[in-house]
C-alpha cells in the first residue's frame, strides 16, 4: 500500500538523517515508525476497528450486590429502621 505524507524540511531531513545512519530506505523508516505508533494508541483493533480479543473487565462483578430480594427500593424506609441501632447510628451489635 502506498500513501503520501506530507512533513516539513526540518522532519524530513532528520528521517533522512536516521535512514542513513542505519542503512535503510526512508520508506522503510517511515513504515517502521507508523506501526509502531499504531500499535501503541490503538492496540489490538482490525481494519473496522473491532478489537480483536476484548474482555470487559466489570464482567467479574456483575451481580456481586444481587441479593435476590426484588422489594428494597419499595421498603427502603422499613429496612434502614431495622438497621438503626437504639443508639440513633447504624451498626451492628
Known amino acids: 500500500m502506498s500513501i503520501t505524507i506530507t512533513v516539513s524540511e526540518k522532519t524530513e531531513e532528520k ?24 500499535e501503541e494508541r490503538f492496540p489490538d483493533e482490525d481494519v473496522n476497528g473491532a478489537s480483536e480479543e476484548y474482555v470487559n473487565p466489570f464482567i467479574p462483578f456483575i ?10 427500593s419499595t421498603r427502603y424506609k422499613e429496612i434502614l429502621m431495622d438497621e438503626i441501632d437504639k443508639r440513633g447510628g447504624f451498626g451492628g451489635s
Request: no cysteine; charged share 25%; proline share 0%.
Open 15 to 38: 528521517i533522512r538523517r536516521q535512514a542513513a545512519k542505519v542503512g535503510q530506505e526512508v520508506s522503510e523508516i517511515v513504515t517502521n515508525l507508523v506501526e509502531e505508533v499504531w
Open 63 to 72: 451481580g456481586m450486590g444481587a441479593s435476590g430480594k426484588t422489594d428494597t
